[in-house]
């Protein structure tokens, strides 16, 4: 195997382990891991490895030493302890010890970036150094060691390409029998030659007599004269002048590069009602632990937030926040109405806001579209999205979700609702989330 195969296997290999992490999203043991460390179970990923050729490990001897046993035959292995019939071990009760990959948020957004084809890149809000960029930008003064000459010289040779002209072709037709200095001047023009009045006449004048009446007409000139272009002349001589200029001259300054902090914080809602039994509570855990890794690895600085309600809301530790349930009733606009007060202390113009909420669509009568709508509205955030969980199918009167789809649309860029069913629609469902998002949105 050459180094080629090696590189194509890794290639492989990291397609694999995305795929993987894919289904340790939906269906792995979520538990092992913490909000800064992810663990994945390395028998989900399949990490590379090399081999070694059969061929490169020796002679075929199987006995003692390397000699083979008088009677065994040659290629087939020595048997080991436990292989026989009689040697098969009861099962055991204790679990067998995992090997886990860890990686960090930063690596699984990149991985999950690469799997579902996201690119979400985040908004810095609040500005925490302002530094020199590279000199970039231009000011009429500035000192002498920020000039930029080559721009001057750049701008000094258009010039100087624009008024130049064959002052000795202008001179053999002032030689014309009987020409006079302005109908030098008039052909001088026809021609587009940038010469003026001024200079045709004291020309004209420092013509020897007996050199006038050279030529008959200024079509002999031009039959026995050469003419040269500017760029003729400037590849004979070169450049002896270039007619820089005053209002030629700019001085480079540095860009002034703004470092601006990434700072997110994430708002879980979790209805906790009586009927959000444990699959639902589960599938919600499912996709909202993902999207707080995600979003970790993606800013600088993560805070999170975890309001649980039923009729009433309260805020609790991200440890209790999947596995509380009530038996009371649901009002979702308690939620909104508390992230609305948390979220005081961390000002739009400072922090990127995500709210996330979700339940099984089932609300209080009228709720959604007098409450909880309008605080959607008026709470500031890069998204809000609402997972809707109904394992068993929609109930007739959960509505939430359809209700918020009506009012905003589904193709809003700043409100994301998402439907999980099932284990297998929970990829799906963040993909629907973290793409939702305008990226031009401030």
């Known amino acids: 195997m050459g180094l080629r195969d090696d590189l194509e296997r890794f290639r492989e290999v990291g397609e694999q382990r995305r795929e993987d992490l894919a289904d340790f999203i939906q269906y792995g043991d979520l538990g092992q891991s913490r909000p800064g460390e992810i663990k994945i179970p390395v028998k989900i990923v399949s990490l590379p490895e090399f081999e070694y050729d059969q061929r490169d490990k020796g002679g075929v001897g199987q006995g003692d030493g390397g000699t083979p046993d008088v009677g065994q035959p040659v290629g087939q292995p020595q048997p080991q302890p436990g292989d026989e019939d009689g040697d ?75 008024m130049d002209f064959d002052e000795d072709f202008v001179r053999e037709v002032c030689k014309v029998e009987e020409i006079t200095p302005r109908e030098v001047f008039e052909w001088a023009r026809g021609e587009n030659l940038p010469v003026s009045m001024a200079w045709i006449e004291e ?3 420092d013509i020897p007599e007996e050199e006038r009446g050279t030529w008959s007409s200024i079509e002999a000139v031009e039959e026995n004269v050469d003419r040269q272009s500017v760029h003729q002349q400037i590849r004979r001589e070169g450049i002896k002048h270039v007619p820089f200029r005053r209002e030629d001259e700019r001085y480079r300054y540095p860009e002034i590069i703004e470092e601006k902090e990434k700072n997110v914080v994430v708002v879980n809602i979790r209805d906790v009602s009586g009927s959000m039994r444990e699959k639902k509570r589960e599938l919600v855990e ?157």
């Open 88 to 162: 098969e071990g009861e099962p055991g009760e204790e679990g067998g010890e995992h090997e886990y990959y860890e990686m960090d948020p930063e690596e699984f957004a990149q991985e999950l970036d690469e799997e579902l084809g996201l690119d979400l890149e985040p908004k810095g809000k609040k500005v925490i150094e302002e530094k020199e960029g590279p000199f970039t930008d231009l000011t009429r003064t500035g000192p002498d060691s920020t000039l930029d000459f080559e721009r001057m010289f750049k701008e000094g040779l258009k010039r100087k390409l624009a």
């Open 203 to 205: 020309a004209y004048a």
């Open 286 to 442: 499912r996709t909202f632990t993902p999207l707080d890794w995600y979003l970790t690895g993606k800013y600088d600085n993560a805070e999170f937030v975890y309001i649980a309600h039923d009729a009433d809301a309260w805020q609790v530790e991200r440890e209790d926040f999947f596995g509380i349930r009530s038996g009371g009733g649901t009002k979702i606009s308690s939620a909104y109405e508390l992230a609305a007060e948390l979220l005081e202390e961390y000002p739009w113009s400072d922090w990127n806001r995500y709210v996330f909420a979700a339940g099984d669509s089932e609300n209080s009568s009228n709720d959604t579209e007098e409450r909880v709508i309008p605080l959607m509205e008026e709470i500031d955030a890069n998204l809000h999205a609402y997972v809707e969980t109904q394992p068993s199918g929609n109930a007739i009167n959960a509505t939430h979700a359809e209700e918020l789809e009506r009012h905003f649309g589904t193709d809003s860029d700043d409100v994301a609702v998402a439907y999980v069913n099932g284990e297998s629609d929970v990829t799906d469902a963040i993909y629907r989330i973290l793409s939702t998002e305008d990226d031009d949105d401030e």
